[in-house]
């Protein structure tokens, strides 16, 4: 009935809107985070891969690639711990490749998700990001960054709604040349369906 043309109307709204050429400046990518967290004693191994072409501003650098490795573990009921190392690649005059700032993370769920139950879960995430990576070579920051995210699920009208709203405390959010490359502190949210 009713709500099924909603959301034949929103899927319709949502194609359109991703057909309709267009021509925008953006930052890196903020995926949005889940609320559920890696189960007690499992381990989760999480790849992820992003490959730019960066903006004319920072030019003569032109390219690169994001190689994000993730491991992480269910330490408890409701939380998890995790280390994220990723392998930059930026091409100049020739590629220039390493490892950059390394992350150390935990989340934990404050509201479980329960798919039965049309509540919102509800979870909170903080990462230390170190400054691992060769600043001079543009594959670090050269500082310590500290971020914290509220997230927040619910699935309505048969999909899966995430909201996240965070802070960089201090330090900054830049991933190679990409993101905010000054020391300050930054207020982001992101919002998935």
């Known amino acids: 009935g009713r709500w099924e043309h909603v959301r034949s109307l929103t ?3 949502s ?5 309709l050429p267009t021509s925008m400046h953006s930052q890196q990518p903020f995926n949005t985070n889940d609320a559920r967290t890696i ?29 994000n490795f993730s491991l992480g573990y269910g330490l408890c009921q409701r939380m998890e711990v995790g280390i994220v190392v990723p392998h930059l690649a930026i091409r100049e005059n020739a590629w220039n490749a390493g490892v950059g700032d390394t992350e150390l993370a935990a989340k934990v769920q404050l509201i479980p998700v329960v798919p ?6 509800v979870s909170f995430a903080t ?20 971020d ?19 802070v960089t405390l201090f330090g900054n959010t830049s991933t190679g040349i990409e993101g905010i490359l000054v020391k300050t502190t930054i207020a982001n949210y992101g919002y998935s369906i």
């Open 11 to 13: 899927i319709a709204l």
């Open 116 to 121: 039965e139950q049309r509540r919102f879960a």
């Open 148 to 166: 914290n995210t509220l997230i927040v699920e619910s699935t309505f009208l048969g999909w899966t709604h995430r909201l996240n709203a965070g």
């Open 39 to 67: 189960e007690k004693g499992q381990w989760q191994f999480q790849f992820l891969n992003s490959f730019d072409w960066l903006n004319e501003s920072v030019a003569p650098k032109s390219k690169q690639n994001w190689a």
């Open 15 to 19: 194609l359109i809107l991703l057909l």
């Open 127 to 146: 990462k230390v990001e170190l400054p691992t990576g060769n600043s001079e070579k543009s594959l670090g920051s050269g500082y310590v960054d500290w």
